[in-house]
């Protein structure tokens, strides 16, 4: 990329209100005024997008909005200015409703599965990375091997997780076709569900594969269950419906970004060599 691109694009930090309306600029201003302010909210997940301790942002889905301003700025002559919005305890339903109340230029920064229903809601990028589920509980639970056996090997255990989410639509299935009693109890993020999984052996939950690794690389006492869950999904990243910048993310996305080794090594950097087949194929 070049310098000027670099030396253009800068970063401001401001808190957030639940109250209010987070915006940013739309593009047919942008072009007409060859600048622009957008918003990144963010859930703090280490690895996707989080604040270091040096006061930085990192992840790949920071890496991957600063490679989209560079294209931007190259393509279009605007210059961006970034504001990062921190959504506290992680809790999704707060991140996805200040996305969804949001106006212009705000974009949603987190593994945000697309769904039907949720682009009633919203606007989505094209896909950006694959989605693989996998089941886990504290590291003292008995192995589950066999979907089939949840009902007696979990006999006695409570599902955890975020209400509306994926994670309930695949746990009302399994619910449905192995375990008639189980009761599903709702938390307001995946940290709350570790953090329950973490103290005591009675709960376990779906996450996304991403997710349990971050709190695997954190020694967390935790352990993954060899079952399929049977869900395929992706993730891409959601704006208000009333922006008017996803045709120019999807036509950075179709230039050749998704497929460039550029994107592979933000991939690898942040998740891990492994994680980069999960964005390969899309």
Same mark, same amino acid.
């Given at each position: 990329?070049?310098? #000027?691109?670099? $030396?253009?694009?800068?970063?401001?930090?401001?808190?957030?209100?639940?109250?209010?309306?987070?915006?940013?600029?739309?593009?047919?201003?942008?072009?007409? *005024?060859?600048?622009?302010?957008?918003?990144?909210?963010?859930?703090?997940?280490?690895?996707?997008?989080?604040?270091?301790?040096?006061?930085?942002?990192? !992840?790949?889905?920071?890496?991957?909005?600063?490679?989209?301003?560079?294209?931007?700025?190259?393509?279009?002559? @605007?210059?961006?200015?970034?504001?990062?919005?921190? #959504?506290?305890?992680?809790?999704?339903?707060?991140?996805?409703?200040?996305?969804? *109340?949001?106006?212009?230029?705000?974009?949603?920064?987190?593994?945000?599965?697309?769904?039907?229903?949720?682009?009633?809601?919203?606007?989505?990028?094209?896909?950006?990375?694959?989605?693989?589920?996998?089941?886990?509980?504290?590291?003292?639970?008995?192995?589950?091997?066999?979907?089939?056996?949840? !009902?007696? @090997?979990?006999? !006695?255990?409570?599902?955890?997780?975020?209400?509306?989410?994926?994670?309930?639509?695949?746990?009302?299935?399994?619910?449905?076709?192995?375990?008639?009693?189980?009761?599903?109890?709702?938390?307001?993020?995946? $940290?709350?569900?570790?953090?329950?999984?973490?103290?005591?052996?009675?709960?376990?939950?779906?996450?996304?594969?991403?997710?349990?690794?971050?709190?695997?690389?954190?020694?967390?006492?935790?352990?993954?269950?060899?079952?399929?869950?049977?869900?395929?999904?992706?993730? !891409?990243?959601?704006?208000?419906?009333?922006?008017?910048?996803?045709?120019?993310?999807?036509?950075?996305?179709?230039?050749?970004?998704?497929?460039?080794?550029?994107?592979?090594?933000?991939?690898?950097?942040?998740?891990?060599?492994?994680?980069?087949?999960?964005?390969?194929? $899309?």
């Amino acid at each position: 990329m070049n310098q #000027i691109a670099i $030396l253009l694009i800068t970063t401001i930090h401001l808190p957030f209100s639940y109250s209010q309306q987070l915006t940013g600029d739309s593009f047919e201003d942008a072009l007409r *005024n060859k600048t622009a302010t957008l918003t990144y909210v963010y859930n703090d997940e280490t690895g996707c997008a989080s604040m270091n301790e040096a006061g930085e942002m990192e !992840g790949i889905m920071i890496e991957l909005m600063e490679e989209f301003q560079f294209y931007v700025q190259d393509k279009y002559d @605007i210059s961006i200015v970034s504001k990062y919005e921190k #959504i506290e305890d992680r809790d999704f339903e707060k991140f996805m409703n200040a996305v969804k *109340n949001s106006n212009g230029g705000v974009f949603g920064l987190s593994y945000i599965s697309i769904t039907a229903s949720r682009q009633n809601n919203y606007k989505f990028s094209l896909p950006f990375m694959k989605n693989v589920l996998v089941m886990a509980t504290n590291e003292n639970v008995q192995p589950l091997n066999s979907i089939e056996k949840i !009902g007696t @090997i979990f006999d !006695g255990k409570t599902a955890l997780c975020v209400k509306s989410s994926t994670y309930q639509e695949s746990l009302e299935m399994i619910r449905k076709n192995y375990f008639p009693g189980m009761e599903i109890r709702f938390v307001r993020s995946e $940290l709350e569900a570790f953090d329950k999984i973490v103290e005591d052996n009675s709960y376990f939950a779906i996450f996304d594969l991403l997710l349990y690794l971050e709190f695997y690389r954190k020694k967390y006492p935790i352990k993954r269950h060899k079952v399929e869950i049977d869900q395929e999904d992706v993730f !891409g990243i959601a704006m208000p419906l009333n922006s008017d910048w996803k045709p120019v993310l999807d036509e950075f996305f179709e230039s050749g970004f998704l497929t460039s080794q550029r994107y592979k090594e933000i991939v690898a950097e942040n998740l891990g060599r492994s994680a980069v087949r999960l964005v390969e194929g $899309l």
